[in-house]
């Protein structure tokens, strides 16, 4: 008489699979969404600061305060951009090395571009699969 009780706890592992699949799908076509905003603003906005150079030069004006309050806004801008790109990379299973910000596979412990330790190490690893990242060529020796 199991029989119900099995195809319950399979309908519950397919809608766990599924649900897990579809949020994660969901949230990096958002992040993406919100990265491309952010670029367009990024781009609105070295516009605009050109623009107002250009304007302060024509009409012999000083733009330096706003050319300050513009770079600092386009900083914001790029640390926002940042931040979503790295949620990205983490959805995607990648890890953004903090030295290069170069994407790495969530299990490398360092950085493939520049050596850079990506974290501390934990000392319980369950992984299943184990993955080397790399196989080296044994030379033939005869
Ligand atoms: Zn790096």
Redesign the pocket.
């Known amino acids: 008489m199991g029989l119900l009780e099995d195809v319950v706890v399979n309908a519950k592992t397919a809608v766990n699979a599924v649900g897990k699949t579809a949020g994660k799908i969901v949230d990096i076509s958002k992040l993406r969404i919100s990265a491309a905003e952010l670029n367009s603003e990024i781009s609105k906005r070295y516009e605009s600061l050109g623009r107002m150079v250009y304007d302060a030069q024509k009409t012999d004006n000083d733009a330096t305060d706003l050319v300050k309050e513009c770079v600092v806004a386009i900083d914001d801008l790029y640390e926002q951009l940042d931040a979503v790109n790295e949620q990205i990379s983490a959805m995607r299973n990648r890890t953004v090395?903090k030295?290069?910000g170069?994407e790495n596979p969530q299990s490398a412990n360092y950085?493939s571009?520049?050596g850079?330790r990506l974290y501390d190490p934990e000392p319980e690893e369950p992984s299943a699969a184990e993955e080397p990242a790399e196989a080296p060529e044994e030379p033939k020796d005869e």
């Open positions: 090395c030295g290069c170069a950085c571009k520049c850079r």
